[in-house]
């Protein structure tokens, strides 16, 4: 199974039908801090979406690793598309997804939606819509 396959498996286990277009959604699992999703964009064959932490700084939120994450419903993939590039969460920390040659930054930003994925549903996380 490709690195995109196995971030599309993860995905359906906190999203198991998504969202319309303009929808934000919020798990709170009561083992980690609540995860958000908005839908960004739908078209025929892709939605996208962003998930993410939010993090207090002073008086500001601010969106960690933000996220932003297409769905390739015909070919059963999930592609981390951007994030940010210094994480606030711990987990999240091991991965510099600012650095290196683009093949590098892509290959780290999926990597790290795989094992955020995985840990998101390890606490519990979930979105539905009931």
Known sequence: MTLYESNYVRLGW???EL???GSSLVSR??????LHLSVQ???????????TYYFRDGGALIADPDLLVRV???????E???????HRHELLRAYPTGRGSELERRW????MLNKWLEYCADQGHSFSRD
């Open 14 to 16: 906190l999203v198991p």
């Open 19 to 21: 969202p319309e277009q």
């Open 29 to 34: 699992p009561g083992t980690d801090m609540p």
């Open 41 to 51: 964009e739908v078209a025929r064959y892709t939605t996208t979406l962003r998930l």
């Open 72 to 78: 390739y419903h015909d070919a059963g993939l999930v």
């Open 80 to 86: 981390a598309m951007a994030c940010s590039h210094e």
């Open 108 to 111: 780290v930003r999926n990597m």
